[in-house]
């Protein structure tokens, strides 16, 4: 049994829509061995991991895992091993339970899908479950190499709580994340530790720790600085110890004789109670003392020793949100027990553990331990009568051991002023004051105290978890400073995906958004592009490149061209858009990543609406597009079809839904919106320069999308008029989409079309361009397609063209050099299509040029690019084959301005209709409510059946084909 291919999702994904980890395990023989038929196996499981008994896989209860692996022949080793990965996460104190493992068509294969929260910990708690279950097999079935016979699974499960303690959010952190969550607010981790962004570009906040991006620097360098602070706090008349500063062991003991015994030594700018000693009443104890504190700073700090109680008063944004009193470890005589024996009674409750597993640490027997044991007359093997309590710290740290009583209802409200004025006179807008009194439930002014320090990063454990007493949230207050009521966190997203036009379909999106004002961020196929400035270059339509533009403090508003290779590999970077968009689907990468079919393609592609708030939009023309209503929780379900006679969507216009239709008219074809019953004119398409005239087709969907997206985006219809008008498919708008270059004899297209669909669509706009010479073809197909797809490319482009040159990519991704030629070759052959219209030249720079120089006055020359820039560039520079120079026109690297034609100069002729003599879908209509729809529609030429839901009329979901 091994794992063969290991893959994370970081964020929504075809299997689930939060972070999970993929394994593809091989079982090998074990395929014949489920859990049941090994001897021992279940038992010897149970005894490793005894929380496994609770786990209630398919049966729902308790138990229920325990049934499986142990009735008729028990469950495959897979699925064990999924519930092990989850447990063994739990164990480590992640919050954890969703998995699910499927046989794949391999045999002995199956995928193994579990949550995670640290994307270490899971591959790591993976690793390990496999490691256990290796070391519970017979011999001859057992990986001896992977999990030799001295495998210690205690051992090892110690080390992976230690490795989670390192990795995952520490527990302050986890509950500010949780009131962000609770609030609706998303969050970024930044770094390995405990960096986080909250909220969206411009709108974000970050923390560390408890610090926040609101806290005041030299708020923290005073509170870093306990002799400044005491000096602070003191001169505002706040009661604080007297102290001196010092540097050696010498001049602390001078300093504990002036200031009187009993004193306290401390570094002067520690933290977590590290280095503290109190009650110090000899010049031995503070020598010592001193140099305990110089192994966390170079200057130590001697102060009176406050007599009382050590409280942790938390301050947010100038109200007290919690007190608690800290206990230090101890432990408590029975007069049986040593006090070894006493450490492990306490360490075995079961709310302590290793740092911040649980609310409470274990106690350890350290230095610091035993020298208060030794001052206190005591060994390890003492007996404590019964009822002595002896403390084994001196301070009241959870991190050492320590507990926490919450008093915050009982706190006097002088003592409550105290720390609030402290926390102000600090300058922090987060502040753990440390008072130390006898009684916080009666006045320092009466009955003493001090403030010993203040923190500038406090801790919530204490807060959140304490020991006995009212758990408190001081986490929600700090969102609420962050975001106050009605402040926004996030930006508007717009997300989209489908086989073709995603990239056209997203720079006009955010042109017209350019154009209405905004600063956009673009995550697309050739960079990321914050306010039309390309700022990365390369393929970023993936999680990581979403997350940039989510990051950047500039951003109000994010469009992400999602891909499919992104969500197979590892899922979306964002938990939800706004308005998600699949264009199409068609055949494209089958037979990659596990996705063989077109309905495995629409179920990865799904995704992009399954996480939509707002609204869904989906091409009512494409079965499988349609068929994703039913899995969406939009609010509203919007359609675009070519269709104006579209059956299904005749009745959701009906019922007051949302629709861009294309329909006839007079003067050409018009795009119209449907919404809420009525009916409103968009554009005609001819004046859309991107369609070239509304001949190109594809673009005019691409159009439509963008228009839906935009409008469903709160744009309004003018600025989605003027943002269509000042779009073209000029090479530095939409670099390999359709661009056209006119300043030769001959006029030249160069696209990056690479699918059947694709190239389908441009032989239909070559069809419709008006040409009085030759149509002439550069055509390729990438590598990694299918043979099928191959194919099928070479016979959808025969017959179009007078003369094709047929090529490969550079990168020939796998196959060997002159099988893709031959490939398209031989379906162009096959066709009917004469060689002498046939030409096969391998390189594309000589595929490029040998279209050029075949060129003449009147013809057309279509070049499908695989280096869009290197191509572009080539046709710009081409010198004609009579050797006569022509002059090129600018040559860009393909990271233009989104925005390059906002100042495009429209056409006097051009007339922007607000009315329309195109034919209604159907007649417009007040607002209303939703009118319940139950029935069939004729879509596809099929009778479907469909239902009314509050987002529209939507094909019923018994309807959908099996993913």
């Known amino acids: 049994m091994k794992i063969i291919e290991r893959r994370v999702f970081r964020g929504p994904n075809h299997y689930a829509h939060f972070p999970v980890i993929r394994l593809t395990v091989d079982l090998g023989a074990l395929e014949q061995w489920p859990s049941a038929k090994l001897p021992g196996f279940v038992d010897g499981l149970l005894t490793a991991v005894p929380s496994l008994s609770q786990h209630g896989c398919s049966y729902g209860e308790p138990g229920g895992f325990l049934r499986r692996m142990r009735e008729d022949d028990g469950t495959w080793m897979g699925h064990v091993l999924e519930h092990v ?117 411009r709108y974000q906040k970050r923390i560390q720790a408890t610090v926040t991006s609101e806290t005041r620097h030299i708020a923290v360098s005073i509170a870093s600085d306990k002799e400044e602070t005491n000096n602070v706090l003191g001169s505002i008349g706040l009661p604080v110890p007297r102290q001196k500063l010092v540097r050696s062991a010498d001049d602390a003991v001078a300093a504990a004789r002036r200031l009187g015994y009993p004193v306290v030594v401390k570094p002067l700018d520690a933290n977590h109670g590290r280095g503290v000693s109190i009650n110090l009443r000899t010049p031995e104890e503070v020598h010592t003392a001193f140099g305990k504190a110089r192994e966390h700073a170079r200057t130590v700090i001697v102060e009176t020793y406050i007599e009382g109680e050590d409280h942790r008063m938390l301050v947010v944004s100038g109200e007290l949100v919690a007190v608690s009193k800290r206990v230090p470890g101890h432990v408590e005589g029975d007069g049986t027990h040593t006090i070894t024996q006493l450490v492990d009674i306490v360490n075995s409750d079961p709310r302590r553990g290793v740092g911040h597993e649980k609310v409470l640490t274990r106690i350890e027997l350290d230095d610091q331990a035993l020298r208060l044991m030794g001052l206190g007359g005591v060994t390890a093997d003492t007996v404590l009568p019964a009822g002595q309590r002896f403390f084994l710290r001196s301070t009241g740290n959870l991190s050492t051991g320590g507990t926490a009583i919450d008093l915050t209802d009982v706190v006097h409200h002088d003592n409550r002023e105290m720390a609030i004025r402290a926390a102000q006179a600090i300058g922090l807008d987060v502040a753990g004051i440390d008072f130390i009194t006898p009684d916080v439930t009666q006045s320092y002014k009466t009955h003493g105290g001090a403030i010993c320090e203040v923190n500038a990063a406090p801790g919530f454990r204490m807060h959140v978890a304490p020991t006995q007493g009212k758990p408190r949230d001081p986490a929600g207050p700090v969102l609420d400073m962050l975001f106050p009521k009605g402040a926004p966190a996030r930006i508007p997203i717009a997300a989209l995906t489908g086989t073709n036009g995603k990239t056209t379909t997203a720079r006009m999106l955010a042109h017209i958004h350019k154009m209405n004002g905004r600063t956009v961020g673009l995550a697309t196929t050739d960079g990321v592009y914050i306010d039309g400035e390309r700022t990365v270059a390369g393929d970023m339509t993936g999680p990581v490149a979403a997350q940039m533009v989510l990051k950047d403090p500039t951003v109000d508003l994010a469009v992400l061209e999602t891909a499919r290779g992104g969500l197979l590999r590892a899922g979306m970077g964002y938990r939800h858009c706004d308005v998600g968009a699949v264009l199409n689907i068609s055949a494209d990468h089958l037979g990659l990543g596990g996705v063989k079919t077109l309905e495995d393609l629409a179920a990865v592609k799904r995704v992009v609406v399954e996480v939509a708030r707002e609204t869904a939009i989906l091409n009512a023309d494409d079965l499988r597009c349609l068929q994703m209503a039913a899995h969406t929780e939009a609010k509203r379900v919007g359609y675009v079809t070519m269709n104006p006679r579209h059956d299904l969507v005749r009745q959701h216009v009906r019922a007051g839904g949302l629709a861009l239709v294309l329909e006839e008219g007079m003067n050409g074809d018009m795009i119209t919106l449907y919404d809420h019953g009525v009916h409103q004119p968009l554009l005609w398409t001819h004046l859309i320069p991107a369609t070239l005239e509304g001949k190109a087709l594809h673009n005019v969907q691409n159009a439509m999308f963008a228009a839906l997206m935009a409008y469903a985006m709160g744009v309004k219809l003018d600025n989605i008029r003027q943002g269509l008008r000042t779009f073209d498919t000029t090479y530095f708008q939409a670099p390999g989409r359709t661009n056209v270059y006119e300043e030769l004899p001959f006029k030249v297209i160069l696209d990056y079309g690479h699918n059947p669909a694709a190239i389908q669509m441009m032989v239909d706009l070559v ?35 007078d ?161």
């Open 85 to 201: 990965a989850i447990e063994l996460q739990q164990l480590s104190a992640a919050k954890v339970t969703f998995g699910k493992t499927r046989s794949t068509d391999e045999p002995g294969q199956y995928t193994v899908v579990y949550e995670f929260e640290e994307e270490r910990v899971g591959e790591a708690a993976g690793d390990l479950a496999l490691q256990l279950l290796h070391s519970l097999f017979p011999t001859e079935l057992r990986d001896h190499e992977f999990c030799p016979l001295e495998f210690d699974f205690k051992r090892a499960l110690e080390k992976l709580i230690s490795f989670a303690q390192a990795r995952q959010l520490g527990p302050s952190t986890a509950s500010l994340v949780r009131a962000a969550e609770e609030r609706d607010i998303p969050w970024l981790r930044l770094n390995d530790y405990s960096l986080v962004q909250f909220g969206h570009g």
């Open 767 to 801: 069809k419709k361009l008006e040409v009085t010479g030759r149509r002439i073809c550069v055509l390729a197909a990438p590598g990694d397609r299918r043979d099928e797809d191959i194919t099928e490319i070479g016979r959808i482009a025969a017959g179009a063209f």
């Open 803 to 963: 003369h094709i040159i047929v090529r490969r990519d550079d990168d020939l991704r796998g196959r060997k050099a002159g099988e893709l030629t031959g490939l398209l070759a031989a379906a162009i052959e096959k066709t009917g299509a004469g060689k002498e219209h046939l030409q096969v030249v391998e390189e594309e720079e000589a595929a490029v040029d040998a279209a050029l120089r075949m060129g003449k006055r009147g013809d057309l020359v279509l070049i499908f690019g695989d280096k869009v820039s290197r191509c572009w560039k080539q046709i710009t520079k081409f010198s004609g084959a009579d050797g006569r120079s022509v002059k090129p026109q600018p040559v860009g690297d393909g990271g233009g301005n989104v925005g390059a034609l906002a100042t495009t100069t429209l056409s006097t002729t051009s007339t922007l209709l607000t009315t329309s003599t195109a034919p209604a879908l159907a007649a417009p209509a007040p607002a209303a409510p939703f009118t319940p729809v139950e029935g069939a529609a004729d879509v596809f030429g099929q009778p479907l059946q469909v239902i009314a839901s509050e987002r529209g009329v939507i094909l019923a979901p018994g309807e959908q084909q099996e993913d």
